[in-house]
């Protein structure tokens, strides 16, 4: 039973030290080999934008970048992240905080409710138009399909994610 206003340690025996970029600025950690990348965004590093949904990797709300490529947060060991570039949706909107084009493109299309699922929904969207899958809505939406929308915003955000594609804005933020 832990103790009141004991303060919680920030290392454990086994820690690992741990070096890699986040949005762009060098993160230097000790990690615990058990701590998902998902735990230490929001909980170490303060960027509550990537979303805990349902922490298995079924929903596709703790969607992020790692290289360029995307990943649910939840099941990647933050150790193996070491000397990678991981994207947030911290990190999407631009230098002056502009939005993305995608970002616009969700206000746009209507392509969000309640928004809770929208960061994990961008950032997949952003790797959909990356990788070549967004020409045809049947594709666009096979790809998307790990990404669960509670609101059944489905529509819209498929075309937000075409539409962006079609302009062919949707420059590649993750490196």
Not at 39 to 52: F, H
């Amino acid at each position: 039973m832990a103790v009141p206003n004991q303060a919680v340690p920030t290392t454990v025996a086994g820690s690992v030290p741990a070096a890699f970029q986040v949005n762009d600025r060098l993160v230097e950690l000790d990690l615990d080999p058990r701590e998902s990348l998902l735990d230490v965004l929001r909980e170490r590093l303060g960027m509550t934008g990537t979303k805990k949904g349902c922490d298995h990797g079924q929903c596709g709300a703790c969607t992020v970048h790692i290289d360029g490529r995307r990943v649910v947060s939840c099941l990647t060991p933050a150790v193996q992240v070491r000397g990678t570039t991981v994207t947030t949706i911290e990190g999407v909107a631009g230098p002056d905080r502009e939005l993305h084009p995608l970002q616009q493109a969700f206000i746009d299309n209507d392509a969000l409710q309640c928004g809770y699922c929208t960061p994990g929904q961008i950032m997949s969207g952003l790797a959909c138009i990356a990788e070549g899958h967004a020409d045809t809505d049947d594709r666009a939406r096979e790809y998307l399909s790990g990404n669960l929308c509670r609101c059944g915003a489905y529509e819209g955000i498929i075309a937000a994610v075409r539409g962006c594609s079609a302009q062919g804005t949707a420059e590649e933020v993750s490196g």
